[in-house]
């Protein structure tokens, strides 16, 4: 089996997971790239070696999607459950790929709190929780910025809250709150720009929004944020103190 081909079968087992907790009314969202592959069917698919599906979920449904995960056949990583499981859960399914589920929030170099609009999208988190989840990464990489240009060429930056839409009103209020979370945002949007710059990108071809356009409007919103208290006295430190967390390595059994 090729990788493209080991994606879509993965992105059909994702949906199939998706449909099964919402028919009892549990929340599960997709996440990571094969949530973009879900949201951006039109651009060429980006090809993965990984055999794990990313999910976001809820505190609410966390024990009944523990449940359903183990009656479809996957096997609990007990112990990484039982000292994680707050914050995730990780299940192995016999035919060697692997479900990661994070509850309400995912922490890596910043911490996106995503629950409040989890089930704004029908199998995947908001197109602004995917794109943050990306911009995040302090040492953003060429996967994590075809992902991010693959949103930013599909889905419209606005002042809205209509689902599909990256709101900026959500956006602002997330750079304007944290300095850490501003500068790690605007140095990969500095790149995205930089590589958009140095030519063209496979990755969005056909893509029916402007990226630049696109970036420009991240750029200016994250400086036009209105700047708290907190954020100010941050800044005031800038560069000299890390302000990002690295990311936990977590062993799974």
Known sequence: MSEAQTTTDLLDEGRALVDLATARGLVLRLLGGIAVRELCPDLPPRTRTGQDVDFGSVSS????????????????????????????????????????????????????????????????????????????????????????????????????????TIDLRVFRKLVGDDWGWWRTVTLNLERLRSLLDAGERPAIAGGRLDPRGQVDALEQAAGDAPKTRRWKLRARVGERVKWYEEPEESLHH
């Not at 096997?75 to 994070?102: E, S």
């Not at 309400?104 to 911490?111: E, F, G, I, R, V």
């Not at 990306?134 to 809205?160: M, T």
């Open 61 to 164: 449904s966390r024990r009944a999607l523990a449940d359903l995960l183990a009656e479809r056949g996957f096997v609990p990583d007990k112990t990484f459950n039982a000292l994680y499981g707050n914050k995730q859960l990780y299940f192995a399914h016999p035919d060697g790929w692997a479900v990661d589920v994070l509850i309400d929030k995912l922490a890596m170099c910043h911490t996106l709190d995503f629950a409040d609009r989890i089930t704004r999208m029908p199998y995947t988190l908001d197109p602004l929780d995917l794109l943050l989840s990306k911009l995040q990464i302090v040492k953003f990489n060429e996967k994590d910025a075809d992902d991010c240009l693959r949103l930013l060429v599909s889905y419209p930056v606005g002042e809205s809250d209509e689902a599909g």
